[in-house]
T-cell receptor, first 116, second 109 residues
């Protein structure tokens, strides 16, 4: 079945630094990728939708300059948290959708980001 | 916009009890509906899905029926086990996927 690999699974960084999270579709081409954020004991909130080769579409309230999303190829999307602060600490999850698979969403295993 | 309303819980049941987690949705079109499960510290696992009205999704003893007339997709299981303890998310998808608040289920021996 479709597999999405997300790395790193855990990362600790210092305030003010940037962190990059990768999301790769291993056995299919993902024309669309989604990035979610999950606060402790809360639901997943959609942050942005990215289509390969296009600029990401951000949800209302999400700072596009803080959360940089790049979807340069059909198998890779990256989320960079710039100038991270402790309030950016969260669980980030990506999801990939294959071209033509309207109902097929495959999730990565998530990245636990802790900013100290 | 599209949204999902889910019974938040937490829900605590004894082993072999009957489980129902309510989920209703609001959508402008004809979404697909999903149930995902999340174990502590892990990502999401697809539990079941239904892509059109009256479809029934089922997996591992769990079932949910897409009810367009009541805009619902309630999750049920006839006899829960301790290993079913997790957080369950209802979700809908049209152009993107939106999640309910999640329901934490604890099953006690």
């Amino acid at each position: 079945g479709a597999v999405v690999s997300q790395h790193p699974s855990r990362v600790i960084c210092k305030s003010g630094t940037s962190v990059k999270i990768e999301c790769r579709s291993l056995d299919f081409q993902a024309t669309t990728m989604f990035w979610y954020r999950q606060f402790p004991k809360k639901s997943l909130m959609l942050m942005a939708t990215s289509n390969e080769g296009s600029k990401a579409t951000y949800e209302q309230g999400v700072e596009k300059d803080k959360f940089l999303i790049n979807h340069a190829s059909l198998t890779l999307s990256t989320l960079t948290v710039t100038s991270a602060h402790p309030e950016d600490s969260s669980f980030y999850i990506c999801s990939a959708r294959e071209a033509g698979a309207v109902y097929g969403y495959t999730f990565g295993s998530g990245t636990r980001l802790t900013v100290v | 916009g599209d949204s999902v309303t889910q019974m938040e819980g937490p829900v605590t049941l004894s082993e072999e009890a009957f489980l129902t987690i309510n989920c209703t949705y609001t959508a402008t079109g004809y979404p697909s509906l999903f149930w995902y499960v999340q174990y502590p510290g892990e990502g999401l696992q697809l539990l079941l899905k239904a892509t059109k009205a009256d479809d029934k999704g089922s997996n591992k003893g769990f079932e949910a029926t897409y009810r367009k007339e009541t805009t619902s997709f309630h999750l049920e299981k006839g006899s829960v086990q301790v290993s079913d303890s997790a957080v369950y998310f209802c979700a809908l998808a049209e152009n993107d996927m939106r999640f309910g608040a999640g329901t934490r289920l604890t099953v006690k021996p």
